[in-house]
């Protein structure tokens, strides 16, 4: 029924109306809901973020920490190593040697008069060498056959002496030089800062020596005892790894002469010990690089580091 006096199309435009108004309201809590999501994930974000910067920055101060401590101990460890270098350096005689700790070889280079040497805990042997080379002087030319079958002068003659010294474990030794530039037979004397250390003299065999001069190479040494040279071959490694050499401690030329003919010492000495060949932090660093860890035993502290033999 229509009512009089009343329009129609007033009460459809306003049904139109609010059905526009409940649209528009439905939109707006819609984009409203939208929003308060965007706004709570927002930060929820920020706040991973933060997070995820605070645990970076954490991390990244705890790798400054270990860094630190790094620094401090190859510091400390090169201040340990000079100063037990100076104690060494002041050592007169062998009993004067005092008790280190520890696992590593120290020796205190002293030119052509020898070395101080400490051998930590462990059977050690002192292996030495002394190469003599003879060859006749420009002003006594030798008229014997050379190596290539005709005249001229010969290859110098060349003759080997060595001997094995073993070592008392957690001692101190001296290595005396016999031979300071006169004419006299160049001989070695071993000491040692223990009563049972039986001390050894031996002279090379070799006529009386007039000392021209002498070189040495090398200097002061600190290794762990069978501590491959740096540097090898991982052939030389894996050779090394198998059949361990002596730490060389000592390398000395000496030039000498005798009427007619010139001789030359060359005198060496190393360490070899009981058990594994080793290297240090640094060629382990570098094995691992070149990839291969597997020539690595498992790292048992005090930084040395086995080798595993084939």
């Known amino acids: 029924m229509i009512e009089l006096g009343k329009d129609p199309k007033q009460g459809v435009r306003k049904r139109q109306r609010r059905?526009?108004?409940?649209?528009?309201?439905?939109?707006?809590g819609f984009f409203g809901v939208i929003l308060v999501y965007v706004i709570v994930e927002s930060m929820i974000d920020i706040r991973r973020v933060g997070l995820l910067m605070q645990t970076q920055q954490l991390r990244l101060a705890e790798l400054q920490a270990v860094e630190d401590k790094r620094t401090q101990a190859i510091k400390q460890?090169?201040?340990?190593?000079?100063a037990v270098f100076d104690l060494l350096a002041n050592c007169r005689v062998a009993t004067d040697i005092p008790t280190l700790t520890g696992g590593q070889l120290f020796c205190q280079h002293r030119g052509d008069r020898g070395f101080v040497l400490w051998a930590p805990e462990g059977k050690h042997r002192l292996q030495i060498s002394a190469k003599v080379s003879f060859k006749a002087s420009q002003d006594q030319p030798d008229q014997?056959?050379?190596?290539?079958?005709?005249?001229?002068?010969?290859?110098?003659?060349?003759?080997?002496y060595a001997w094995t010294v073993p070592l008392l474990g957690g001692k101190g030794y001296l290595f005396e030089l016999e031979s300071n530039g006169k004419v006299r037979p160049v001989a070695w004397r071993l000491t040692g800062n223990h009563a049972d250390f039986v001390s050894q003299r031996e002279v090379v065999p070799v006529e009386d020596v007039g000392a021209d001069g002498w070189s040495y190479s090398g200097g002061n040494?600190?290794?762990?005892?069978?501590?491959?040279?740096?540097?090898?071959s991982i052939a030389g490694i894996q050779a090394a790894a198998g059949q361990p050499t002596p730490v060389n401690v000592y390398n000395l030329t000496i030039h000498g002469g005798q009427p007619g003919r010139k001789i030359t010492i060359e005198l060496t000495a190393g360490v070899v010990s009981d058990g594994p060949a080793t290297v240090d932090p640094g060629e382990a660093a570098r094995l691992i690089s070149l990839g291969h860890?597997?020539?690595?035993?498992?790292?048992?502290?005090?930084g040395k580091f086995e080798l595993v033999p084939n």
């Open 77 to 82: 460890a090169e201040n340990n190593q000079r």
């Open 221 to 232: 040494r600190v290794a762990f005892p069978n501590q491959c040279e740096p540097y090898q």
């Open 19 to 28: 059905l526009h108004e409940i649209v528009a309201l439905t939109v707006l």
């Open 293 to 302: 860890p597997e020539l690595l035993a498992p790292y048992t502290g005090d």
């Open 144 to 160: 014997s056959v050379g190596s290539d079958g005709g005249s001229g002068e010969a290859e110098p003659v060349k003759t080997e």
